[in-house]
């Protein structure tokens, strides 16, 4: 028994974990989700701006992490909607800028957000540097039109937004290195506030960061979706991917004990 | 056409699934096509995105109107094009001009910036929770922590500065680890291994996440498209 565990196939896992996903999804399972001390932080940051404040949002990641952020998008949205909060979001990654513009127009038109009244899609620029310490002069120097090709100049909502001392917040939705970018340039040249959500794999390489203070507030992967749409009271693919995560936890959680099991209790035999 | 779409992507979804039971050529097709689709979106949105407002439109603006302002973008793209030099082995030499650039611009803006935000912030995080553990001991906090709250709060405080020495100690290699040093890195090592623990679980949970958004779309999009 013992030995046929340890040389199972690894299809069998496949199998294994297929349906653990599949049959919670059917099944519709809640659970109680807790909510975090630094989505809390990043929660209660954005409820105590005044109406009328201003929030950058950079969606920089792409399709890969499209699942894990993207839920945190739209609740961040979705709160700075009701509370009148205006949005410039901007991508610094290729690939996100379509994501971004669906994600915004379908988020502005659940809660009938206006484009260049409440928020503002300024789209993509190559070259992450370049473009966080540009915008820190003039945001116009970088970005001269918005994603839909409509000067700046134009736009109701950046009349009075030239550069980051008008941004209350950034908040980076990151896949890569860029939450370090904006915390070494916008932060540290310009004391830009910086909030971020990231994905599972980049969570340990920000609580550094969010221990000095230099991050004020931390999503943390689809637990920090799920958290955040807990606090602003939406029910979405957030909370319905870390039930059915739970689950995948409790069956890997199980393999793990069950090979080191099969393997110890094997080298015991061969000793 | 988002019928067709969503048929496409459930198509190419199972095709890199079917990797998990043996490499197949309609694996193969499908990681081809990723990459492929990657690099042209990638090239054409820098040449919207990128080349055409930033570099294309200051210059036809200047040669067409009456400001030759935008014409100064004339020479970071020239430099820009020096890259190409490699491609002529007689002219490869070029290419130091603009990598000299770029090193110099990336250097001088980098490390003050890395300094501040990488060594002395994180110094004075770990530092700072020593003076309010002193301020709250003195009676000289503006708040003070409940009993409790303040145990932990000195628990995290001490173990952050053991964990930052320990773990520098391991990587300090200019002295031979023995006796207390050997026993200092490998209290760093236990750092590491909670550090790379830590990672390695939200790995899990963030590549489990995607697996469960493809079920999502395959079992309420596309199959949903069909019902």
Same mark, same amino acid.
């Given at each position: 028994m013992l030995t046929k565990l340890v040389s199972m196939d690894r299809r069998i896992v496949f199998i294994l974990v297929a349906l653990a996903v599949i049959i919670p999804m059917l099944v519709n399972v809640n659970l109680p989700v807790s909510t975090s001390a630094p989505t809390q932080k990043l929660y209660d940051f954005v409820e105590a701006l005044p109406k009328g404040s201003t929030i950058m949002l950079a969606f920089d990641y792409g399709p890969s992490s499209f699942p894990e952020l993207s839920p945190m998008a739209k609740a961040l949205l979705k709160q700075c909607f009701d509370k009148d909060i205006g949005v410039v979001a901007l991508t610094l990654v290729d690939d996100g800028t379509t994501l971004a513009s669906t994600l915004i127009e379908e988020v502005a038109a659940e809660k009938n957000a206006e484009n260049g009244e409440d928020f503002v899609f300024l789209g993509f620029r190559p070259g992450i540097t370049q473009v966080i310490l540009g915008m820190g002069t003039e945001i116009k120097s970088v970005f001269d039109t918005d994603y839909y090709g409509k000067k700046l100049d134009e736009i109701p909502m950046m009349e009075n937004i030239t550069n980051y001392d008008q941004i209350d917040l950034l908040v980076d939705l990151a896949s890569s290195n860029t939450t370090e970018a904006w915390i070494i340039y916008a932060n540290v040249q310009y004391n830009l506030k910086i909030a971020a959500g990231v994905t599972g794999v980049m969570v340990s390489q920000m609580f550094p960061y969010l221990q000095t203070g230099q991050l004020n507030g931390l999503m943390s992967g689809i637990l920090g979706a799920a958290e955040y749409e807990n606090l602003v009271e939406v029910q979405d693919k957030g909370m319905q991917y870390i039930n059915v995560n739970s689950f995948v936890h409790i069956l890997i959680v199980l393999l793990v004990i069950i090979g080191n099991i099969a393997y110890f209790t094997q080298r015991k035999r061969e000793e | 056409m988002q019928v067709f779409g969503i048929w496409v992507a459930a198509f190419l979804t199972l095709c890199i699934y079917s990797f998990l039971y043996q490499d197949n050529p309609l694996y193969r097709f499908a990681e081809h096509l990723f990459v492929g689709i990657s690099v042209g979106y990638g090239i054409v949105l820098s040449i919207h995105e990128g080349f055409i407002p930033l570099a294309w439109n200051p210059i036809w603006a200047s040669l067409t109107g009456d =400001? $030759? =302002?935008? $014409?100064?973008k004339l020479i970071p793209i020239f430099f820009g094009l020096l890259f190409f030099a490699r491609l002529s082995p007689r002219h490869t030499w070029l290419i130091r001009y603009p990598i000299a650039i770029l090193i110099g611009f990336g250097a001088g803006i980098a490390i003050p910036n890395v300094l501040r935000a990488n060594i002395f912030e994180q110094t004075r995080g770990t530092i700072e929770p020593f003076s309010v553990i002193h301020s709250q001991t003195t009676g000289t906090a503006v708040e003070v922590m409940p009993s409790g709250e303040f145990t932990v709060f000195i628990i995290g405080a001490v173990l952050m500065v053991i964990g930052v020495i320990c773990t520098l100690t391991y990587f300090f290699f200019s002295v031979e680890h023995r006796g207390p040093i050997s026993w200092l890195s490998k209290v760093g090592i236990c750092f590491l291994m909670v550090g790379f623990g830590s990672a390695f679980g939200n790995t899990v949970m963030g590549r489990v996440t995607l697996l469960i958004q493809r079920v999502d779309f395959l079992l309420n999009t596309w199959i949903g498209s069909i019902f």
């Open positions: - | =400001s $030759l =302002s935008g $014409l100064w």
